[in-house]
């Protein structure tokens, strides 16, 4: 289900290397392609997703920018509209909030107001979720508020190779594309992932694991949580099958609809707050277009509608772990 | 820029010199925060704190600026603003339980109209302005003073405060700590101003440079603005040029960004010895006088920390406190959830 093309050559890489390499290819690929934001250049990022990037490809097409979220996007889509690829980094998706005006007066809507004539090919950067005990707003989950802005698309990977691919293929997307990155997956998983360009389209849901009595839905930082809960219902005797979004928007409904016509039971896990999630919208999908296939009701495992706790001794309440998602199993196993 | 104490201790322009008592009660928040600092550093790899952001190196510039206001002013300090927290009274058992990711760090003590730390760049700046025009309607003579970074300024907030706080001519101290860095980007790639307290004049308010490192100096100035804010002067912008000789975090490396060419210097500019020079010189203080007031702010944080760790570790349904008023039905229902998964 992953990349079309045959896997020659791989290397063993963790996700924030996988980033590196497909943001490295894409400078070598294309001249217009430029990477941008709070701390990308001398030192490679916060989480060096950007490493080695400005001393390969020089200070004009890897740069820092003065600390403005506003100003980071509103040049991009500058940069945008007149032929570059901009890249963007906004250091952690709680601070893309200055920048939301930006984002929700314009990125999302250049190419509906110019009847096409101009589009933005930009893409924008941002760690995002928790798991990692940061500070106080360094944990949001801000993705329904972009997959609720028309005209730009939300990626959220789960794996170094999806990471690659999909983000190779938002870079080559003519459209905004949001790209959020589980900060939790950064550094935790590793595997071979395939050297040189590959894409993952945008839009094509993973089946993780393969399971006939309930549909997990899940994306990001949450698939790996799902799968644990996943496995420990499997040695329960319940099948599970574990869907990766990949993408919010565009959204593989199809996916989402086949499986759960399969199983009959869906469970909807994100770490975002409760009231309005994309979880929301997932479950109203599921329940204008297959509730006859129900054999009990949709049921999210969520965060809370509180700001993401950074107290460290009660983070993980907040954060949706494999008891509760295993807990949502059972209650739709046994409604 | 403005000074009163060169690097080597001597004292300049005598009669703008703070009393003795002022002075000595300077050097003693200037020791407590460095000692806050100090500690700070052992108890992090002690796993007894948190991530927190050393700001030691800058306590002139935020010791001496926020002993400029009394109780009664607002105060909106960022993450590295610790040192002017404590100055203004913030217990160091509460800021040492922020900086444990305690929810006691947030709870601000009520004689006091100090924010918890802000995170997020610059977005305080614009309630500072709000603050202090709510105490001119009020009627008061109290201020607001709010801190940024360099880097900082460069948002849009800042810029929409000083405008804001010039147009509505609000009683307003805004403190831009130069230091130098926004972590990994030095001044000259932030901005191609050279001198950021010249901002001001771009919105019709006066704008100082003082030395950061002169703690007599960023008192004497803060004053004044403080004065003319609480006199109907309305806003000032004071730059405090500073660094920040330590890490951005504990928990960052500083050798991928800065050499050490880039820190040269500093070390001798050190804002706690420049004052001590002094008053040893003045013979405002001994060193015996000295040892018992470094022991007695030693004495004073280990009560306050054995007092932090005397505080409860937050309770799972705390994550909801404090939302709303009320909790929502929905929040309720969550308190309800979260309470059911404990018992389970
Ligand atoms: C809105 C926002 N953007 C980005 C960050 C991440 N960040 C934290 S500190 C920092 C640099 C701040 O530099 P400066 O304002 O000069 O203050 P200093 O840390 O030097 O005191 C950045 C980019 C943030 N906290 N908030």
């Known amino acids: ?335 | 820029m403005f000074q009163l104490l060169t690097p080597e201790g001597t004292a300049t322009g005598a009669a703008e010199l703070p009393d003795p008592e002022t002075r000595l009660r300077l050097y003693r928040e200037m020791r407590r925060a460095r000692h806050f600092d100090d500690r700070g550093w052992v108890l992090y790899r002690q796993g007894r704190l948190g991530v927190f952001p050393p700001f030691g190196g800058m306590e002139a510039s935020q010791c001496g600026t926020a002993a400029a206001l009394t109780a009664d002013d607002w105060l909106f300090p960022t993450y590295r603003d610790t040192g002017a927290a404590l100055t203004l009274g913030l217990p160091i058992a509460r800021a040492l339980a922020y900086w444990r990711t305690s929810p006691h760090g947030w709870a601000m003590p009520e004689n006091l109209k100090v924010l918890p730390f802000y995170i997020p760049i610059a977005t305080q700046y614009p309630h500072a302005v709000g603050a202090a025009l709510a105490e001119k309607r009020k009627g008061t003579r109290n201020v607001a003073m709010a801190y940024i970074g360099d880097g900082g300024s460069s948002e849009g907030d800042f810029h929409e405060a000083l405008n804001f706080a010039g147009a509505l001519d609000a009683p307003c101290v805004f403190i831009l700590q130069n230091n130098g860095w926004a972590i990994s980007v030095p001044t000259r790639s932030q901005t191609r101003a050279t001198n950021l307290s010249r901002r001001a004049e771009g919105y019709g308010i006066p704008g100082v440079r003082v030395d950061g490192n002169d703690v007599l100096a960023t008192y004497h100035v803060t004053r004044e603005a403080v004065e003319r804010a609480r006199n109907g002067g309305g806003p000032t912008l004071i730059e405090t040029v500073t660094y920040r000789v330590k890490p951005h975090t504990v928990a960052d490396d500083p050798s991928r960004y800065r050499t050490e060419e880039d820190n040269a210097g500093w070390d001798a500019k050190d804002p706690v010895l420049r004052l001590r020079t002094h008053l040893l010189a003045e013979g405002l203080m001994t060193e015996a006088s000295e040892a018992a007031l470094l022991k007695e702010v030693a004495d004073e944080f280990e009560a306050a920390l054995q007092e932090a760790d005397g505080y409860p570790e937050p309770t799972p349904a705390e994550i909801l406190d404090h939302v709303f008023a009320e909790p929502t039905p929905q929040l309720a229902r969550q308190r309800a959830q979260i309470l059911a998964e404990e018992n389970a």
Do not use: W
């Open chain 1, 1 to 335: 289900m992953t990349a079309a093309a045959p896997r020659t050559e791989t290397r063993t890489m963790t996700m924030v290397a996988a980033i590196n390499d497909a943001l490295d290819l894409a400078l070598a690929a294309d001249p217009t392609v430029h990477i941008f934001g709070e701390d990308v250049g001398v030192m490679g990022g916060v989480f060096r997703a950007t490493d080695g990037l400005q001393a390969r490809y020089g200070a004009e097409r890897v740069f820092d920018t003065p600390l403005a979220e506003a100003g980071i996007v509103g040049m991009g889509i500058g940069m945008g509209l007149a032929g570059l690829k901009p890249v963007a980094e906004i250091q952690f998706a709680g601070f893309l909030y200055p920048a939301l005006d930006q984002v929700l007066s314009h990125l999302g809507r250049y190419r509906h107001r110019t009847r096409s004539r101009y589009h933005l090919p930009m893409v924008v950067r941002a760690p995002y979720g928790g798991g990692v005990h940061t500070p106080e707003q360094h944990a949001d989950s801000p993705e329904a508020i972009l997959a609720h802005t028309p005209g730009v698309k939300v990626v959220i990977p789960s794996t170094p190779s999806d990471a690659k691919g999909l983000l190779l293929s938002a870079i080559n997307d003519p459209d905004p594309v949001f790209f959020f990155e589980a900060i939790k997956l950064y550094r935790s998983v590793k595997e071979d992932v395939q050297t040189g360009d590959y894409r993952i389209p945008l839009g094509k849901a993973r089946v993780v694991t393969e399971g006939n009595d309930v549909t997990v839905i899940c994306y990001g930082g949450m698939v790996e949580v799902a799968q644990k809960a996943a496995a420990a219902a499997q040695s329960a005797g319940i099948g599970v099958e574990v869907i990766d979004l990949r993408t919010l928007v565009p959204l593989d409904t199809e996916t989402i609809l086949e499986s759960v016509q399969k199983t009959g039971r869906a469970v909807v896990v994100t770490e975002a707050p409760r009231t309005g999630g994309f979880h929301s919208e997932i479950s109203a999908i599921i329940a204008e277009e297959a509730i006859e296939y129900l054999h009990a009701p949709v049921v999210r495992v969520t965060g809370f509608d509180a700001p993401y706790p950074p107290f460290t001794a009660i983070e993980d309440v907040y954060r949706p772990n494999a008891v509760r998602v295993a807990r949502a199993i059972r209650q739709v196993m046994e409604y």
